[in-house]
């Protein structure tokens, strides 16, 4: 098992900037790469970042170049450092761990752009 607590999301103004972070506990030798996805009302959750266990990153092509998914290893944790955000990266972000034949998720973070 691995469980996920996200934290870090707010209301923040059109060319703000946020830092999101997961921590992860458990089992986590078994976890093959940390991702981000997002979610808004009445659609399907939305592939945002990830970063593998040799820590290679990829991004959607619509965050490349504002966001940034790095990793601390010491403290377990995963961050999404989103800059120059804009009213359409609003959603609820989660936290997703994957493993093989397992995917872990956190509760979700609420991420408001707006003026």
């Known amino acids: 098992q691995v469980q996920l607590v996200e934290s870090g999301g707010g209301l923040v103004q059109p060319g703000g900037s946020l830092r999101l972070s997961c921590a992860a506990s458990?089992?986590?030798?078994?976890?093959?790469?940390m991702k981000w996805y997002r979610q808004t009302p009445g659609k399907e959750r939305q592939f945002v970042a990830e970063i593998t266990s040799g820590g290679g990153t990829s991004y959607t092509d619509s965050v490349k170049g504002r966001f940034t998914i790095s990793r601390d290893n010491a403290k377990n944790t995963v961050y999404l450092q989103m800059n120059s955000l804009k009213p359409e990266d609003t959603a609820v972000y989660y936290c997703n761990a994957e493993t093989v034949g397992n995917d872990y998720w956190g509760q979700g973070t609420q991420v408001t752009v707006s003026s």
């Open positions: 458990g089992r986590l030798f078994s976890i093959d790469a």
